[in-house]
C-alpha cells in the first residue's frame, strides 16, 4: 500500500499530509524528483512538472476508482447524469493539480 494522500510538492520534494485511522496527523516526505546525474544545476521545468504529477497521484488514482465505480454502479438517467457530471469536475480538479504550473 502507498502512503495515503494527499501530496504535494515543495519544490522538487513530494509530501503527504494525512490523518491515519488511528487519528494521528502525520506529515512525511514520500520522494524527491531529480537528475541524478547533474545534481550541480538549477532544476529544470520538466522536473517540477514531473513533481507535480507525482504528488496528484493519490488524487488521480481516487477519481480512476472513483469512474470505475460510478460506471459498475446502479445509477441511471438524471440521478447518474448528476453523479457522472460531480465526477467529471472531481476528475478536471485532479488532472488540472497534476499539470497546472
Do not use: Q
Amino acid at each position: 500500500m502507498h502512503t495515503p494522500g494527499p501530496w504535494h510538492e515543495d519544490g522538487l520534494s513530494i509530501i503527504a499530509d494525512y490523518t491515519a485511522e488511528n487519528g494521528n496527523r502525520h506529515h512525511c516526505h514520500v520522494a524527491d524528483v531529480t537528475n541524478r546525474n547533474e545534481i550541480n544545476r538549477a532544476p529544470s521545468m520538466e522536473e517540477y512538472a514531473n513533481a507535480r504529477l507525482i504528488a496528484a497521484a493519490p488524487d488521480l488514482l481516487n477519481e480512476l476508482k472513483a469512474g470505475i465505480e460510478l460506471e459498475a454502479g446502479d445509477l441511471v438517467g438524471a440521478e447518474f447524469k448528476k453523479a457522472r457530471n460531480a465526477w467529471l469536475r472531481s476528475a478536471r480538479a485532479a488532472i488540472e493539480k497534476a499539470t497546472k504550473p
